[in-house]
């Protein structure tokens, strides 16, 4: 659930805020992984880079070789703004909002069923639920797909992320207007958090048990971290240790957060705790027992799909059963990142190297991308100081030729898998787009660069699997029929062609003409009527009054329902619950002005038959042409879809 919501924590990185570490790729000895070491790198970078980007507060866990090396608090969880004093992050102490971390749980749950033979990882996940999930193709859901963010649903952002006072229902949730599904399960990645609160669910549903009783029993305690929980709002005696959260580190603090679905998102913890998860994780003595067995912790830390359904995408980052790959300079590193409205969260494991850290700030901080700049430049950082590139990339191996063929079947505008395509809200896939194009003979540009807000170029390096030039980012990708079908760029993420009839380039023209020419239109109601009183020249004609008259009623709803998507949209973005019946109303006014197109064209076939001028007759066309291009928008971009479920 990357915001807005408790995301997926992937959302596009930039340049490091502070990058006091070496270059990605650069090879070089390693710093002594020591608390000494780590906690001068850290109290060397954090506390200017919280000034700066304007968040609050962080804190800060590592571990390595079966220990904690360190947990750091930087900043404040209560910055004091409502007259009580400023309180220090405590790392032991504080709790901060896990996010999407909060997956890492749930995965885990799902596996200890599987180890102890409740759950079947590739079964049809309806033999385990009392409701039937949405389907749009004949292959099952299996918990496989629903862990690695393959089940086909598409997204949704109603009910993500509420405030203190909610009504938390998981079944609920779950039934009530879920999302649709848009693609095969399996065949692509699309980050899901409907699909992870389903697992979920089945967790509950194999133990008879709720499912935030169960982690906490069987993972939380378990693993020894007893300051952490599932439950919205906290426990009594954890309640008072919440860090807030904020908007900017000078904003007031924000309510308590309500995920409207625990199992993706809703996990409290402080910074201790998490290091002893990532110990868990690490297969490290801690708590009072192993949360997996070896073998099904191995399961859960390789990638759990392979090309049978993904096929050359399976050359590229993959998902696990739970965790994201992350790898980094030649070191097997598997993550998650996570966000509410106010927190952002980052854990890494090296399962190979017996290391971790964990990173949670409570602010968006000052800037769209502060707080991902900050986590990218901690967690890379990382890697670069204590697990530096031993030997060189490899360079690429491909035949020129065949390079020169797949760049030109690649060049093309894309839009993220994870996305919207049953109701208004498709037209959201207007915006972050990404171009990509042929450069230097055979290489790509990528506009933006994939987890980029920068253009990024590509070389390939093995059939259909590229890797940023003087970086370390790969992407893989699948092709049928002289088609590329789609990039792989994150382990749960992908980018898909757009089509023709949607490209922005036809789109986005259509619309700003037409919304232009309706809105001249209006303007030249008064306009006329001012002149032709002035000028003393008699009213309009009678012929023709009724096509008149319901065109313009076309052109006002038209315009009203524009506005009314722009501010609906916006809204909802900004997770602000829209009512059902402001949607419908705006529908209605958007049908008014489809509708109006058959009055509109009336009226041109008679300013042309009784030959009313070149004006007046160019006015009506341009009018026609304008309700049109709209009622065209509406239908592609689904403004007017049965469903209002977002």
């Known amino acids: 659930m990357s915001t807005a919501g408790c995301g ?99 995965a885990t749950a799902v596996l200890q069923l599987v180890q102890s033979g409740k759950l079947d990882l590739d079964a049809d996940v309806e033999t385990y639920l009392d409701f039937r999930l949405p389907r749009g193709f004949e292959r099952a859901v299996t918990l496989r797909h629903l862990l690695t963010h393959t089940a086909g649903f598409e997204e949704r952002v109603s009910g993500l992320i509420g405030t203190e006072g909610g009504n938390v229902n998981l079944r609920r949730a779950l039934v009530t207007d879920p999302p649709e599904q848009i693609y095969e399960p399996g065949t692509v990645p699309a980050y899901s958090n409907y699909g992870n609160a389903v697992a979920g669910y089945v967790v509950e549903r194999a133990t008879g048990t709720r499912f935030e009783e169960y982690v906490q029993r069987n993972i939380l305690d378990r693993a020894g971290m007893p300051s952490s929980s599932f439950e919205q709002p906290l426990p009594t005696p954890l309640r008072e240790r919440m860090s807030k959260g904020y908007d900017t580190s000078g904003a007031p603090a924000a ?150 063929e797949h760049a030109a079947l690649a060049a093309g505008t894309y839009e993220s898998s994870r996305a919207i395509r049953s109701n208004f809200l498709t037209a959201i896939g207007l915006v972050g787009r990404t171009t990509v194009s042929v450069t230097d003979g055979d290489r790509l540009l990528f506009e933006p660069g994939p987890l980029s807000d920068s253009p990024a170029r590509y070389e390939e390096v093995a059939p259909w699997v590229w890797r940023e030039v003087g970086g370390q980012r790969t992407i893989a990708m699948r092709a049928t029929d002289d088609r590329v079908e789609a990039i792989g760029f994150d382990s749960a993420f992908a980018l898909l062609p757009v089509e023709p009839a949607r490209a922005s380039t036809v789109a986005v023209p259509v619309l700003a003409v037409s919304t232009v020419v309706l809105l001249l239109t209006v303007l030249s109601w008064p306009v006329g009527a001012l002149v032709r009183r002035r000028l003393g020249r008699a009213p309009r004609e009678r012929a023709g009054r009724t096509a008149r008259i319901l065109s313009r009623v076309a052109v006002a709803g038209t315009l009203l329902a524009l506005a009314g998507w722009v501010l609906a949209i916006s809204s909802i973005m900004s997770l602000r619950e829209i009512p059902g019946g402001v949607l419908r109303a705006i529908q209605v006014l958007q049908l008014v002005g489809l509708l109006g197109v058959l009055p509109a064209a009336v009226r041109l076939a008679d300013d042309v038959r009784r030959h009313l001028g070149w004006r007046r007759i160019a006015g009506s066309a341009l009018l026609l042409l304008a309700l049109a291009g709209a009622a065209w928008f509406a239908v592609e971009f689904r403004l007017l879809a049965p469903s209002i479920s977002y």
Do not use: C
Request: aromatic letters at 6%; proline letters at 8%; charged letters at 15%.
């Open 8 to 106: 997926a924590g992937q959302s596009a990185p930039a340049p490091p805020v502070d990058a006091p570490a070496a270059p990605a790729a650069a090879n070089g000895a390693a710093s002594a992984l020591t608390d000494v070491d780590v906690n001068a790198w850290l109290d060397g970078l954090l506390p200017a880079a919280l000034d700066r980007t304007g968040i609050a507060g962080a804190t800060v866990a590592v571990v390595h070789n079966g220990r904690i090396v360190t947990t750091r608090g930087y900043g404040h969880a209560d910055t004091g703004d409502g007259g009580v004093g400023a309180v220090p992050v405590d790392p032991d102490r504080h709790l901060f909002r896990m996010g999407s971390v909060s997956k890492l749980v749930t």
């Open 255 to 404: 309510p308590f957060e309500i995920v409207g679905t625990p199992p993706p998102g809703a996990l409290s913890a402080p910074a201790t705790d998490m290091a002893r998860f990532m110990l868990a994780q690490l297969g490290e003595p801690v708590g009072f027992g192993a949360l997996l067995d070896q073998p099904t912790r191995e399961l859960m830390q390789r990638p759990a799909l392979d090309a049978t359904s993904l096929g050359t995408l399976a050359d590229g980052p993959r998902m696990t059963l739970g965790f994201f790959d992350e790898s980094r300079n030649g070191h097997r590193i598997l993550g998650h990142g996570g966000d509410t409205a106010y927190f952002h969260t980052h854990l890494q494991i090296y399962p190979d190297d017996r290391a971790g850290i964990f990173l949670s700030l409570n602010s968006n901080g000052s800037g769209a991308l502060a707080s991902h700049e900050l986590r990218e430049s901690v967690v890379n950082g990382f890697a670069d100081r204590y697990f530096p590139a031993r030997d060189g990339q490899p360079t690429a191996g491909v035949d020129p030729a065949t390079t020169a």
